[in-house]
């Protein structure tokens, strides 16, 4: 297993260092990291180099990509051939050929409803998915993230697609610096543009990060929750990124497949481990590695526990207010509106000439 970030991180099973507090009970995932945002100290880790399928949570290496290659106010007509190369049962927000989108609306569908055919669409106006793939890789490789092999922009399973909770840490960390990034990604609910079977009428899409809506009962909403990225597929399993601020630090958590049958495991893991990482850094804890791959990971960095702090940035003041908005209405409404969602949904679909299963995120 690889050592970037500090020798630590090599080592197989859970590590923690001096003075960390216990860590949660019955953690199950296969890997997991928890780090410090500001100070880019890893506090905790199980095997945080191990390259697994990242599910949907590659699309956060796909936003760091392209999103800063096409203006939120672009128009983009869609064409049927968008959607060439798109898995069989890929989740779906409802984007149709013919009609015209906002680029803005697309990364909605992107971050909100895991939409695979919202990535396609992003991927043909930067060149196509050959293009973009070969891309996200270069940009793995710029930020550090060295245990990832792009095969797919939205992360379906592919033959040797795999990321690590290590690089998936880094992909989202990056990812936040961008205002555009932050906002979308701690959206709970917005609406979608619609199409014939709604007469020309948006319908309402939810968030599927269950941490962040609370919905399908994964608890209430994380205080000072941030979001990032979940996803689910055959090989990958469960997987989130999460991100959240308390008391001027921010602490981010990826979770990798849980073990644990039990619904909503990976919500639970992701929760424990942001309360575990913000005793850590409450306590003093010494951190095991670094996240910045250009500061040498000597045992002397490892040893000695990060004093920095720094004040809110921009994109965390910006996410964290799209969020208290956004997850303001009652579980009621939500429970509503995702009906309705379903509902138009399931006839934008059907009226797809494309017969495709929604399923993987």
Known sequence: MSAVGGEQLSRPGPQTGPGAPALPSGLSALSWMVSDGDSDDVLGAQNPHWPLPPASTLKTLFADTVLPKIPQDEVHRVVESDFDGMGEGSSEVGVMPGQTYRVSDLWLGVFLRSG???VHVLAAMNGGVATTVQQMQAEAASLG???THVVSPDGYDMPGQVSSAYDLTLFALHGLKNPVFAKDCSTASSEFPGGPSTKGKPFEIDNTNRLLTGFDGAGPTYPGLIGVKNGYTTNAGNTVIEAARHDGHTML???MNPQNPERNEVYKEARELLDWGFNAEAHGAHPIGTLDAARPASSDTAAKPSTKSSPAPAWAASANAAGTAD??????????????VAVGGTLLFARRRRARRRGNL
């Open 327 to 340: 997850t303001s209405a009652s579980y009621a409404e939500a429970t509503a509106a995702a009906v309705a």
């Open 145 to 147: 993230a060295h245990d």
């Open 116 to 118: 695979n055919d919202a």
């Open 253 to 255: 958590v990826t979770v």
